[in-house]
């Protein structure tokens, strides 16, 4: 029920339905991009407890940025693509009658009718949409979710123009090898209406790729690494002092049951003096 009722939002509403849909699954992308990197022990400096804040952003990008864009590029490269998937025949072929309406008044309009006819084929029109994808939407898409998640994070434009040059290669290199066969199989059998779904759908895995790409450059930082050693450090003395603290407790607990020997008058290390 819940997938019909979604069906039904897309096809009824697509761009509200996307752009929810996708700040709700750009937002457990950076979820789960949070908990690989507690688990792998490679969080950003200062990091003590789940950043809210960053999966508030990613939502708040997906909803309004993300998913829009998504809905009307689909649109419009379906549109563009047109001529790799139809042939349009006129609908005259009979080349005399054709002749005869040219030469009629008021009648040569109908010699321009045309009807559409399907390719047999589609692969070309699905290679046309994977390059545009690829070569075309994805670079430009990279850019501006780079540029948006610096400035709603505060960076300044200095670092923001960092992260475009020391980051653009490798997000779009992962982007080529997650998003290849996903586009190849999302163009090729899913009704246009719904590809910006099944994209949002493969961005929970995506845009965990993208989290952590944004925020790789602060894992290998001097002041992390310093940050990391003085950790490791701390661990280090606060496990000395807790074994000193059992030996002192031990020893304590033990004086303890020597004085209340001697006290009693019992034989032990602490004999009464003789009077």
Known sequence: RLGRTLVHLAERRPLATQSVASGVLYACGD????????RLHIESPGKHAYNWGRTARMGFFGCAIGG??????????????????????PVLSHQGLTRLLERTPGLKWVTSLHHARELPSVWTDVTAKLVADLLFFT?????????????L???????????LTGQF???????MCLWLPVQLINFRFVPVDFQGLVVAGANVVWKSILSFIMHFSDYNTDTYR??????TDAEHLIAIIRRQEDQITGLTAELRRLRAARDAGEDGPFKPFPP
């Open 31 to 38: 979820a789960i991009a949070q908990q690989v990197e507690r």
């Open 68 to 89: 829009p864009l998504m809905c009307l590029w689909y649109k419009q490269l379906d549109r563009a693509t047109t001529l790799y998937r139809l042939h349009f025949d």
């Open 139 to 151: 670079p430009a898409f990279i850019n501006v979710y780079l540029v948006t998640m610096g400035a």
């Open 153 to 163: 994070e505060g960076k300044s434009f200095a670092e923001i123009r960092h992260k």
């Open 169 to 175: 290669h490798n997000a779009w290199a992962t982007c």
């Open 226 to 231: 310093e940050l990391q050693a003085a950790q």
